[in-house]
């Protein structure tokens, strides 16, 4: 649920009470493109996708690089997971009207929205 290096916000559990789940697709130019990762729970709804501020693409998978050349030849799907796991907890974020927009950079790498995962939460409960 929280697989980042600094401390999970209070309230992330309230927030998202059961952890995402994603599928993974592998295409024939593996490794040399990256895969699809697809959110299954929670499923973006299909008025989303092809929109830069959900970072949802047109096919249902994930938009989870910024550029092309952020996928290298050593490139890890790890990594994708765990930009995957930041995104559910920002669509959580964005269901609950607590932003308009997903960042740019993503959860893994910027703890700017932590003290709105908190807040969030204590105005769900």
């Known amino acids: 649920m929280w697989p980042f290096e600094r401390p999970e916000p209070d309230g992330l559990r309230v927030l998202v ?14 490794p040399a493109v990256p895969p699809t990762i697809v959110c299954e ?13 959900f970072h949802v693409l047109p096919n249902g998978g994930l ?9 290298t030849l ?3 799907t790890s990594d994708l997971l765990l930009k995957a796991s930041g995104w559910v907890i920002e ?7 607590a932003v308009e927009r997903m960042t740019v950079s993503g959860i893994v ?8 995962i908190s807040t969030t939460a204590g105005e769900l409960t």
């Open 17 to 30: 009470p059961e952890p995402g789940r994603v599928r993974i697709e592998y295409r024939q130019a593996f």
């Open 41 to 53: 729970r929670p499923s973006p709804d299909i008025s989303l996708r092809s929109f830069e501020a």
């Open 63 to 71: 938009c989870l690089l910024r550029g092309a050349d952020q996928w």
């Open 74 to 76: 050593m490139s890890r």
């Open 91 to 97: 669509y959580a974020l964005l269901r609950a009207g």
């Open 109 to 116: 790498e910027d703890s700017g929205l932590d003290a709105c």
